[in-house]
């Protein structure tokens, strides 16, 4: 019997960051597919599974020439549409000799991949990071491959109740963990929303927020399916008006995350944070990313011994708190779309966005 897919293959993934894909092969594992991706002559991105039609050897293994990829073993060449286009020692081409090539696009600083049907691979259907390059926004990022399940970190995410446990060195305080939230959702998104009023700033907010007094904290999450989440933070000065939408005595930062399973058990997590205030000061741009890293790390760590424990206890059943409402809907709609791809009615309720 076939196991359930954990992730939908129509959708669009995170390969890269944009800076990532060169004149040069860079090969990932995308929803357990080898790809390889580089760019054209034009600067266009292209990405084409990572075996050579001959005898599967990977094409990454190989090297650009002009925009054909040569494989390293015995020298075939591709075109940026996986046909191939020259066999050596031969002047006739096996017509069936091609590699899938996979459609890309390229927004908000990513390299987007659609590993399932190409006929469905619609552009609108990239998800929102637009701040990651807003102009009235600065922001700068990372990767982390990490050893997991990429539905754990989505949970990870969508529960910033942790914070107070893991990061209480920086971000987190009792009062994330004891604040009440409200949890929502529609067809394609979940949200929590979470106010924290009056209160003290933990380290991480004290010095961006940079002036004493209490302040009202904010976390408003947006996950969309599959894997993105979108995460508004922030402090204002307590009682100015930032719940009912004035942020001017404050400072805004949004989490930027779209995690892209690689494997069943391993995945990319593509990460950056953005704020709306010192644009140009680079110092604070790279201290930031920095400080977010070493915050990740610890998330890390967590996640890789959770799978690690998962693996060792195949048979546990995991039992749900009121903290967990944001991943259980967040599960319910990666499932919903696997569902759809799968043929099978969900009856899951859709509330209006």
Not at 195 to 206: S, Y
Request: aromatic share 10%.
């Amino acid at each position: 019997m076939t196991a359930r897919p954990t992730f939908p293959m129509n959708a669009w993934y995170a390969a890269a960051y944009d800076v990532e894909v060169k004149r040069t092969l860079l090969a990932r594992t995308i929803c357990n597919k080898p790809v390889v991706l580089y760019r054209k002559a034009d600067g266009k991105a292209v990405a084409l599974a990572d075996a050579c039609w001959h005898r599967l050897v990977p094409l990454s293994l190989g090297r650009l020439e002009g925009d054909n990829v040569i494989c390293g073993y015995h020298g075939l060449e591709f075109d940026d549409t996986g046909r191939c286009v020259y066999m050596p020692s031969q002047h006739t081409i096996n017509p069936s000799a091609c590699v899938k090539s996979y459609p890309v696009a390229e927004k908000h600083r990513f390299i987007w991949i659609w590993p399932g049907d190409p006929a469905l691979a619609d552009p609108a259907l990239i998800p929102d990071l637009h701040w990651n390059d807003d102009p009235d926004w600065a922001a700068d990022g990372k990767l982390i491959e990490v050893k997991c399940d990429y539905r754990l970190v989505v949970d990870n995410l969508m529960d910033l109740t942790h914070e107070t446990f893991v990061h209480g060195s920086s971000i987190g305080d009792r009062a994330v963990a004891e604040s009440p939230f409200e949890a929502t959702h529609s067809d394609r998104f979940a949200y929590i929303t979470r106010w924290m009023e009056g209160i003290h700033p933990p380290p991480f907010w004290a010095k961006q927020y940079g002036r004493s007094g209490p302040v009202d904290r904010w976390q408003i999450i947006r996950f969309e399916a599959p894997c993105t989440v979108a995460i508004d933070v922030g402090v204002a000065e307590a009682g100015t008006g930032a719940k009912e939408g004035n942020r001017s005595k404050g400072v805004n930062g949004y989490v930027l995350n779209t995690i892209t399973p690689s494997t069943d058990k391993t995945c990319l997590y593509f990460w950056a944070f953005a704020r709306n205030y010192d644009l140009k000061n680079q110092a604070r741009t790279h201290e930031l990313r920095e400080g977010v890293a070493g915050v990740f790390r610890e998330d890390e760590v967590v996640l890789e011994a959770q799978q690690r424990a998962i693996d060792a206890n195949p048979d546990h059943r995991f039992y749900n708190l009121n903290i967990d409402a944001g991943s259980m809907w967040a599960r319910k709609l990666i499932d919903r779309m696997i569902d759809e791809e799968l043929g099978i009615g969900t009856g899951l309720p859709v509330a209006a966005e």
